[in-house]
């Protein structure tokens, strides 16, 4: 999938997620599972959680042109992720060697 961010764009796979993997998302997961792409169908504003997940990703929220909405590098058993702005669809990234690239496209070269 292409996603757009600050004029820039790239593309990624991401395995989609309904019914109870929404549910589990990256928990119970390792390091290196697959991206995941939560997608809702209509704009929305819910929260998430990092409890059982046991490594650092990133959460990027998209609108339904898979414009960048928001995101953020999110650190193990967090009790509440979320952004104030309406989003479509959520992107749950691992930080792991094979999404460095990734990672780097968002974030840049900041220390994660």
Avoid: C, Q
């Avoid at 609108?63 to 953020?72: R, T």
């Amino acid at each position: 999938m292409k996603i757009f961010y600050k004029r820039r764009e790239i593309e990624l796979y991401a395995r989609n997620v309904s019914g109870i993997g929404r549910l589990r998302g990256l928990m119970f997961r390792h390091k290196n599972t697959s991206n995941l792409l939560f997608d809702f169908g209509k704009p929305v504003r819910y929260s998430l959680h990092s409890f059982f997940v046991f490594f650092k990703f990133l959460v990027v929220w998209l609108d339904e042109k898979n414009n960048v909405v928001d995101l953020k590098i999110e650190k193990p058993f967090r009790f509440y992720v979320n952004t104030d702005k309406k989003f479509v669809k959520i992107l749950e990234i691992p930080v792991n060697k094979r999404n460095k690239k990734i990672i780097k496209f968002f974030v840049g070269s900041k220390k994660v």
